[in-house]
């Protein structure tokens, strides 16, 4: 990787000039992300609302498990004056109308709507006794960039039209593409984390990240969504890890009355435990129904059921000061401290147990895998050091072997890589496999027209 703090300057110019732009409004995530997001303050803090008045958003709240608002004890600043209350995300602003938010009486003291897509009339947000609540409509620029969001999910596997002007690249020069990806990624991730910390802290930060990076691709939104109901603030208000870890478990939706009595002994003594925990909790605690997690249980290798990811979190949950203590600081000797913790860590249940009904497995399964770990060092820590100290971060981010080829990485390579004799000299670590995706997504995911008009072949002439 090239090691001026500034190299990733020449990669975001090359990525400004592609001009590629969606013919069509991209279509809206489902309305839990768009919460989830908001939450994570993935928007930032500072907006204007309909009506012109500037409101910056001093608490984002709590979760609401209940019906009603969404968040609940949130705090803003509207002209000057303080206000607190709960506070409502939307689609669009016709949905405080079309969801009945207008005549619930749950809704009169919400003090701020959130809404992502302008409407085609006029729209008020008006509580049940009448009162006007100020609505935000977030810009769609801050909602693409928040989202990373390309045209298209995924580009066909064949050789692009930049495979040939990259094949006549020398090595090098390629190289110094990669790297250039790449240092642009690590410093994108790190003003994402800067959002994220700002709205919650380096503790929840870290805390949401370790759940995300647990939840793998299909359930990156449900992890990541049970660690901001179960924060770490919430956690610390339970008395034993014990409760905490049946909290996590019940909060996710993953136990019922009598789970425990279709299971083998070892599960049933382990499932009984939480149950007698989380009953208690449960009255106050239970999601509505509208508010379940959106977890996906099929198309997944046993190590990667969300049970299991869960009960990975719960063992760090478990081992909290352990885990976050090395985060809070950034050397390569607090690095080398965390990695070895996450991949050390063990669960008396999880280690032999794929979910919360199976027979013990024979053998001990890591529950944080190397390769695991090594993804959330290159997404979280890495960019989190790179926003105060760039070429220590790019030198530990160099150093991070590369895991098996995803699938994503593999079309990636085919499509910019073409049949390079050295292909395998770009593949070797994780950092040049973070390059070949982030080049992928902002170039040939950004493209319609399966590389027929697409700019990036002719860019690459001049590089």
Same mark, same amino acid.
């Given at each position: 990787m090239a090691s001026t703090a500034a190299s990733h300057s020449r990669y975001a110019a090359l990525r400004t000039a592609s001009g590629v732009v969606a013919e069509d409004p991209r279509p809206l995530p489902k309305e839990l992300e768009l919460q989830a997001l908001w939450f994570a303050g993935a928007f930032g803090r500072d907006f204007v609302t309909a009506a012109g008045r500037k409101v910056r958003i001093v608490q984002f709240g709590e979760w609401n498990h209940a019906a009603g608002p969404d968040f609940l004890h949130a705090a803003i600043d509207l002209d000057g004056t303080i206000h607190t209350g709960p506070l409502e995300i939307d689609t669009h602003p016709g949905d405080w109308e079309a969801h009945g938010h207008a005549t619930n009486p749950a809704f009169n003291e919400v003090i701020l709507h959130?809404?992502?897509?302008? #409407?085609?009339?006029?729209?008020?947000?008006?509580?049940?006794?009448?009162?006007?609540?100020?609505?935000?409509?977030?810009?769609?620029?801050?909602l693409d960039d928040a989202l990373g969001r390309p045209?298209?999910?995924?580009?066909?596997?064949?050789?692009?039209?930049?495979?040939?002007?990259?094949?006549? $690249?020398?090595?090098?020069?390629?190289?110094?593409?990669?790297?250039?990806?790449?240092?642009?990624?690590?410093?994108?991730? #790190?003003?994402?984390?800067?959002?994220?910390?700002?709205?919650? #802290?380096?503790e929840e930060a870290l805390w949401q990240s370790l759940a995300r990076a647990l939840g793998y691709g299909p359930n990156k939104l449900a992890m990541t969504l049970l660690a901001?109901?179960?924060?770490?603030?919430? $956690?610390?208000? $339970?008395?034993?890890?014990?409760?905490?870890?049946? @909290?996590?478990?019940?909060?996710?939706?993953?136990?019922?009355?009598g789970i425990h009595e279709q299971c083998p002994p070892d599960s049933r003594r382990y499932l009984g435990a939480l149950w007698n925990d989380w009953w208690k909790l449960r009255p106050d605690h239970e999601p509505d129904a509208s508010r379940a997690l959106p977890w996906? @249980?099929?198309?997944?290798?046993?190590?990667?059921?969300?049970?299991?990811?869960?009960?990975?979190?719960?063992?760090?949950?478990?081992?909290?000061?352990k885990i976050s203590t090395p985060a809070q600081k950034h050397t390569p000797s607090r690095l080398k401290t965390l990695s070895e913790r996450l991949v050390a860590l063990e669960h008396d249940?999880?280690?032999?147990?794929?979910? $919360?009904?199976?027979?013990?497995?024979?053998?001990?399964?890591?529950?944080? #895998?190397k390769a695991r770990v090594h993804e959330f060092l290159a997404n979280y820590y890495l960019p989190a050091w790179a926003r105060h100290d760039p070429e220590a971060a790019a030198h530990a981010y160099r150093k991070l072997p590369a895991g098996t080829l995803s699938d994503a990485v593999r079309r990636a390579a085919t499509r910019l890589l073409g049949n390079r004799p050295d292909q395998g000299l770009f593949l070797k670590k994780l950092w040049q496999h973070q390059a070949l995706l982030q080049v992928y997504r902002d170039f040939c995911l950004e493209d319609s027209s399966d590389c027929d008009d697409c700019p990036f072949p002719q860019q690459l002439l001049q590089w």
């Open positions: 959130v809404v992502f897509a302008p #409407g085609s009339k006029t729209h008020f947000s008006r509580s049940h006794d009448g009162r006007d609540i100020p609505a935000v409509l977030v810009p769609p620029e801050l045209v298209t999910s995924q580009a066909a596997s064949h050789h692009g039209r930049c495979a040939v002007p990259l094949a006549e $690249l020398a090595a090098d020069r390629v190289h110094d593409l990669l790297a250039e990806a790449a240092r642009f990624r690590l410093a994108h991730k #790190g003003s994402q984390l800067t959002h994220l910390e700002d709205s919650h #802290g380096f901001q109901r179960a924060s770490r603030r919430r $956690l610390r208000g $339970l008395r034993t890890n014990d409760i905490r870890e049946a @909290f996590l478990f019940g909060l996710a939706g993953f136990l019922t009355a996906t @249980f099929s198309g997944l290798r046993p190590q990667n059921h969300p049970h299991r990811r869960l009960g990975a979190l719960a063992a760090i949950s478990g081992d909290w000061k249940f999880w280690t032999r147990h794929y979910t $919360l009904t199976a027979k013990p497995s024979a053998k001990p399964v890591a529950l944080f #895998g």
